[in-house]
T-cell receptor, first 113, second 114 residues
Framework: GESVGLHLPTLSVQEGDNSIINCAYS??????FIWYKQESGKGPQFIID?????DKRQGQRVTVLLNKTVKHLSLQIAATQPGDSAVYFC????????????FGAGTRLFVKA | DTEVTQTPKHLVMGMTNKKSLKCEQH?????MYWYKQKAKKPPELMFV???????INESVPSRFSPECPNSSLLNLHLHALQPEDSALYLC?????????????FGQGTRLTVV
């Protein structure tokens, strides 16, 4: 079936550097995408979202880019901090047998001090 | 109040036990969800309730039985579970099932079946 996937399972960056986490999706009918952050022992926490009629959206230190042509989503974190260390999931809202939010595989981000 | 509260935080149960997981939100959200998450894996959707009615059941075994007593509460009744059902069970809510709004997640219940 169609799914949301990630290119890299683990990403290690130096504190202060920018991080880029990538995600590929295959359901061209999906029109809403979300990035979640999950710290150890906690539930996923909303970071930022984007609708399919946009190609970029900025938040505080985070930017999401959407390229519908190649079905690619990315999360950019500026000036990465140790507190950013977590697993990041992209998620896709699709309507297959009902509206549902499907998660990608996840990328673990390590921030080195 | 932007919290989804789940109880208990940890649960150990035997394969013949009956237990329930509870979830509560007071954000006025009309869609509520149960997800199952195994270690190092993404959350997998189990059930969706919309306006207190079961909207989606992702072919979940009948030993998991969801219940939505009112718009703020969501339960997951467990009976005759297997060790492979051990996982983190996450509850979430959103303004509606349809529409582009994010889901808010609780901290989860860590379930161990022995």
């Amino acid at each position: 079936g169609e799914s949301v996937g990630l290119h890299l399972p683990t990403l290690s960056v130096q504190e202060g550097d920018n991080s880029i986490i990538n995600c590929a999706y295959s359901n061209s009918a999906s029109d809403y995408f979300i990035w979640y952050k999950q710290e150890s022992g906690k539930g996923p926490q909303f970071i930022i979202d984007i609708r399919s009629n946009m190609d970029k959206r900025q938040g505080q230190r985070v930017t999401v880019l959407l390229n519908k042509t190649v079905k690619h989503l990315s999360l950019q974190i500026a000036a990465t901090q140790p507190g950013d260390s977590a697993v990041y999931f992209c998620a896709e809202k699709q309507n297959t047998g009902g509206f549902k939010t499907i998660f990608g595989a996840g990328t673990r981000l390590f921030v080195k001090a | 109040d932007t919290e989804v509260t789940q109880t208990p935080k940890h649960l150990v149960m035997g394969m013949t036990n009956k237990k329930s997981l509870k979830c509560e939100q007071h954000m006025g959200h009309r869609a509520m969800y149960w997800y199952k998450q195994k270690a190092k894996k993404p959350p997998e959707l189990m059930f969706v309730y919309s306006y207190e009615k079961l909207s989606i059941n992702e072919s979940v075994p009948s030993r998991f039985s969801p219940e939505c007593p009112n718009s703020s509460l969501l339960n997951l009744h467990l009976h005759a579970l297997q060790p492979e059902d051990s996982a983190l069970y996450l509850c979430a809510s959103s303004q509606g099932q349809v529409g582009n709004t994010e889901a808010f997640f609780g901290q989860g219940t860590r379930l161990t079946v022995v």
